[in-house]
């Protein structure tokens, strides 16, 4: 299938029919107070059986297909910044936002888009969902014009508009995760299930389909982490897991009695109840054999799934990029880093250092506490190489360089770091702007990813984002 065909199943989402066209009248309208539905998707038949659990990156990737998309350069192509520029320079990917936010000024947002091109074009811009066509027709205008690639921004396992539809996620207790009054944006849903990828990238192609997007960017690509407590990482046990379980040779009644000796250690406050042992640089190494295959058995599930979705934009000529953990973390949550980034033309680990919310280090670190007791942040970090969260964030950059330097396949590494402000929750200021950045460069990071959201960093931030970048 090439990109702009429609798929024969429906017709284009609402919110991007008039992704290519350009009215006259440059100011830009809120899109309508309408939601895509899934529901249509419910016919869809689960496939008997499940599939087989394995390192599934395909050896011959098929090459990209071109067709109405031959004006595309040499310079959309992802490649590792020190072929592009000195060693001392740092790239940039640009996130422009996620889900689309109330009483949104688009046309602030574009000026301040044009504002970073014009000084540091970047290699890639992200886009969100659901804005007004005319966004989307003016960021590509000047993407095109700068060389730079767009990418949408996907969230596959979570954050979906309707998750009724959705095989459901089980912890170690048959609890269901959705069920259990977590937060509206961290609803996930398993990724085992075969339903649940169909029924995404049915979606997905639907919303690529009405733009000229150079690729897709997989957010929400994991399990649970810490920040849900014990129920978040023991899991899944859904119907679908248990299967992936047996066939490769874990027993789930085992895994099960692992989760309860995990919960039972921290009851008894023991000094290292996770039982860390080692950490190779993408896996860590548990003294408990049945909790180091459960974690092992999500990492494997996660890994198969994800590359049957990069298979598929593959074939549509989509480059791929991933959100991911950063690697001492990424592997609680089912991504072992070193292999999801040999699907990937780039990835961002979110190296967040000032948020306090899901997905910031140290928000996620402290949950690593609260669930399982101070000791156990205390030697994981220890173990990474790092006693404070800086120390911490610069360990793991060293750690993905090395493993991008050494990877078989070309993939480049852009850290993840706030640039929008949100109070209480990432309080983001030139400051500390400059301090990640200072971070990510001592450290030898070779690219950089401003997030979450452009729609809500200040301007002084920006400023402050073009300024570090002019001292590279």
């Known amino acids: ?50 599939v087989r659990i394995q390192r599934a990156i395909p050896d011959n990737p098929e090459p990209l297909q071109t067709g ?19 060693e001392n320079t740092m790239d940039a990917i640009y996130q422009l936002w996620g889900l689309t936010e109330k009483n949104t000024d688009w046309e602030h947002l574009l000026l301040q888009l044009n504002r970073l091109q014009d000084r540091h074009p970047a290699r890639a811009v992200v886009c969100g969902l659901s804005a007004p066509g005319e966004v989307y027709t003016r960021i590509l205008d000047r993407a095109r014009k700068d060389g730079t690639a767009v990418y949408l921004w996907l969230p596959a396992f979570s954050e979906l508009d309707d998750l009724s539809s959705f095989d459901p996620l089980i912890d170690w207790q048959g609890k ?30 639907l919303r690529l389909q009405a733009g000229e997007f150079d690729g897709v960017f997989l957010d929400r690509i994991r399990f649970p982490s810490f920040q849900f407590g014990l129920s978040g990482v023991l899991g899944c046990f859904c119907p679908h897991c248990l299967k992936q379980y047996e066939k490769i040779g874990a027993d789930p009644e085992r895994l099960r009695k692992a989760c309860a000796r995990l919960q039972e250690r921290i009851g ?34 996660l890994e198969e799934s994800l590359a049957f979705l990069c298979s598929e934009y593959r074939k549509r000529g989509y480059k791929i990029g991933l959100d991911l953990f950063s690697p001492a973390l990424s592997w609680f949550a089912g991504q072992d880093f070193l292999h999801l980034m040999a699907l990937a033309d780039f990835v961002k680990p979110m190296m967040y250092l000032h948020t306090d919310a899901p997905a910031g280090l140290p928000y ?3 949950a690593v506490e609260q669930s399982t007791g101070r000791e156990s942040r205390k030697r994981l970090m220890h173990l990474c190489g790092g006693e404070t969260v800086d120390e911490f964030a610069a360990a793991e950059i060293r750690r993905m360089m090395a493993m991008a330097r050494g990877a078989s396949s070309e993939v480049s590494v852009f850290c993840g770091m706030e640039y929008n402000r949100v109070r209480n929750l990432a309080p ?45």
């Open 428 to 472: 983001v200021g030139p400051e500390k702007i400059a301090r990640s950045l200072q971070v990510f460069r001592a450290a030898g990071a070779a690219g950089v990813m401003p997030a979450w959201s452009l729609i809500s960093a200040p301007e002084e931030n920006v400023e402050a984002l073009l300024e570090e970048m002019d001292r590279c």
């Open 1 to 50: 299938m090439q990109k702009g065909q429609v798929d024969e199943k429906g017709k284009l989402p609402h919110y991007m029919v008039a992704v290519m066209k350009k009215p006259e009248d440059r100011h830009i309208a809120a899109p309508a107070e309408q939601k895509p539905s899934f529901l249509w998707y419910n016919g869809l038949q689960k496939e008997a059986g499940g």
């Open 268 to 301: 008894k406050n023991e000094e290292n109840p996770l039982g860390l042992q080692a950490f190779d640089g993408h896996r860590w190494q548990l003294e408990d054999p049945d909790l180091q295959a459960l974690f092992d058995a999500r990492c494997a599930i």
């Open 364 to 366: 996620e670190l402290d």
């Open 176 to 205: 269901d995760f959705l069920a259990e009054g977590n937060v509206r944006e961290f609803h996930f849903r398993c990724p085992s299930s075969i339903h649940n990828r169909e029924v995404f990238l049915e979606d997905s192609l």
């Open 68 to 86: 109405s998309r031959q004006r595309r350069t040499a310079a959309f192509r992802l490649q590792t910044v020190s072929q592009k520029k000195g």
